[in-house]
């Protein structure tokens, strides 16, 4: 027989104990439910429908409290859960956004994401399959522009079929109570125009149309479509060059009033909420130091981590959809 210590999972001493054959499990579930809680709760029968809900809570707090008596502060323990530390960090985020007007969204590809757009960094991510500077270069789509449009084509096929997410939407419903001034995007696949956002800064471009480098014609993205499904590349209506897409390329130079806009509402924002983008790429990136030394304050909504985390003032490592549903609910 050894005297040893045993040890609880919370790390509590429980006592010496002597042991032989047996094995002495302390009983953590146990040792935090008062017995005066439980023997409150027989049958939810016998209870009005009212009353479940705080005998299901109090039961709730006493398993995961600690085995004193005040309930009230128990339930607080419980309410440490994974979602519900989210919770608060949408309700700190919905604060912000009430005290802190104009608040301005920049969003990145974690928010189309959870349309099935898929991304172009991450690990399974659009560059890990096409070498950008095969595909998505001027210069590529100068040398070889029915090359570029094999990617493209597919891209354009993917993004005719996919739809704006609960993300999107609570953007355009914030828009339209007041509460976002602008969405600054880097994101071309249009689902921020068909959720109905109004003042949208498309930074990268757009896939809603293509123009023609050699006549200056613009055509609309169902003709582009149209034009995929006869021709590898879709030519111009006017003088039969091939049309490019109207994303900004890598090469190119992002469309200035489109990145002086960006800049200028981020100097203006009492708010810039951060959605879905690492903020790695610039100049897109360098937004939020623009609000940050204008005084504004910084709200982040991403999986993953992001160069500017530690001066945000809410960080939310979340899914987007979900999150901006929580807040349109927590904002109206
Ligand atoms: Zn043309």
Redesign the pocket.
């Known amino acids: 027989m050894d005297a040893q210590p045993v040890v609880e999972v919370c790390g509590l001493a429980v006592t010496h104990v002597r042991l032989e054959d047996e094995r002495l499990d302390p009983l953590c579930a146990q040792r935090r439910v008062t017995a005066r809680e439980l023997r409150e709760i027989r049958d939810a029968g016998h209870f009005e429908p009212d009353e479940i809900g705080r005998v299901v809570r109090d039961a709730l707090s006493v398993c995961f409290g600690e085995a004193h008596g005040d309930v009230g502060v128990e339930a607080e323990v419980v309410h440490r859960g994974h979602s519900t530390e989210v919770g608060t960090e949408v309700q700190q985020l919905a604060r912000l956004i009430r005290t802190g007007r104009p608040c301005v969204v920049l969003t990145g590809a974690g928010i189309s994401t959870e349309s099935g757009v898929p991304d172009f960094r991450s690990p399974t991510g659009i560059w890990t399959q096409y070498d950008p500077m095969e595909y998505a270069t001027i210069s590529a789509f100068r040398r070889d522009p029915v090359k570029v449009w094999e990617f493209y084509a597919r891209r354009f096929e993917l993004l005719s079929e996919v739809e704006p997410n609960e993300g999107h939407r609570a953007l355009a419903d914030l828009e339209q109570r007041g509460y976002v001034s602008a969405v600054v995007t880097q994101n071309v696949d249009g689902l921020h125009t068909r959720a109905g956002s109004q003042d949208l800064i498309e930074v990268h471009g757009s896939i809603r149309s293509a123009s023609?480098l050699?006549?200056g014609?613009r055509v609309s993205f169902a003709d582009v479509v149209a034009a995929l499904g006869d021709a590898p590349a879709p030519p111009?209506p006017?003088?039969g060059?091939i049309v490019k897409p109207d994303v900004v390329m890598f090469g190119e130079l992002l469309p200035l009033g489109a990145i002086e806009r960006a800049f200028e509402l981020a100097r203006e924002a009492g708010v810039l909420l951060v959605v879905g983008s690492s903020l790695e790429v610039h100049p897109v990136a360098a937004l939020p130091e623009e609000t940050l030394a204008a005084g504004g304050e910084l709200a982040i909504v991403n999986r993953g981590p992001t160069p500017y985390d530690e001066r945000a003032a809410v960080r939310v490592n979340a899914a987007a959809g979900q999150t901006l549903s929580r807040l349109l609910e927590a904002l109206t």
């Open positions: 023609c050699a006549c014609e111009c006017s003088c060059e």
